[in-house]
T-cell receptor, first 118, second 114 residues
């Protein structure tokens, strides 16, 4: 079975601090995809990044960086110099093939609510 | 920008009434998903379609929920009869392809069943 665990339910940081959001996943599939989505207070789900299971290269995009480690089944997300606009719920998700049709389904973690205090 | 469009944005109804939520996927996207978000359960997959054919609706309460794609530009999720426990935000999402492509989400339908 597929599972995504985001152990941190809520995190509060002061503006300009760095913060890391943890994500641990479980799957027996060798081919899978990992995602992070952001859900700001307005409610929509915004795509941030996708990695496939064969690419463990870490990625940086501005103040955002992601650390993918297959050895620990983790895909952590770091925000550097946090800003108030980063306040949101962040979801980690795992996509694996399911069913006879082999189509990929996305399973979400419960999310981490990040509050950045001015 | 191409977007997934969901209507209505908000719906308040009384227990026992029928509720229909609509979704227009991004043109050219052949896979459509319905998710439900609640505080307790988080984001749950209810059903999904590929090329308008239902592939998996195991996450959906069969007795009261139904999902269809009458055509490639419209997906519907119906609840009949609705119950207070159905109160949640319902998201539609679409993607091109069937593997690891990213999902594009609509703004959601906030449903309140009194």
């Amino acid at each position: 079975a597929q599972k995504v665990t985001q152990a941190q339910t809520e995190i509060s940081v002061v503006e300009k601090e760095d913060v890391t959001l943890d994500c641990v996943y479980e799957t027996r599939d060798t081919t899978y995809y990992l995602f992070w989505y952001k859900q700001p207070p307005s409610g929509e789900l915004v795509f941030l990044i996708r990695r496939n299971s064969f690419d463990e290269q870490n990625e940086i995009s501005g103040r955002y960086s992601w650390n993918f480690q297959k050895s620990t089944s983790s895909f952590n997300f770091t925000i550097t110099a946090s800003q108030v606009v980063d306040s949101a719920v962040y979801f980690c998700a795992l996509s694996v093939a399911r069913g006879g049709a082999g189509s990929y389904q996305l399973t979400f973690g419960k999310g981490t609510k990040l509050s950045v205090i001015p | 920008d191409a977007r997934v469009t969901q209507t209505p944005r908000h719906k308040v109804t009384e227990m026992g009434q029928e509720v229909t939520m609509r979704c227009q996927p991004i043109l050219g996207h052949n896979t459509v998903f319905w998710y439900r978000q609640t505080m307790m359960q988080g984001l749950e997959l209810l059903a999904y379609f590929r090329n308008r054919a239902p592939l998996d609706d195991s996450g959906m309460p069969k007795d009261r929920f139904s999902a269809e794609m009458p055509d490639a530009t419209l997906a519907t999720l119906k609840i009949q009869p609705s119950e207070p426990r159905d109160s949640a935000v319902y998201f539609c999402a679409s993607r091109a392809g069937q593997r690891g492509e990213k999902l594009f989400f609509g703004s959601g339908t906030q449903l309140s069943v009194l």
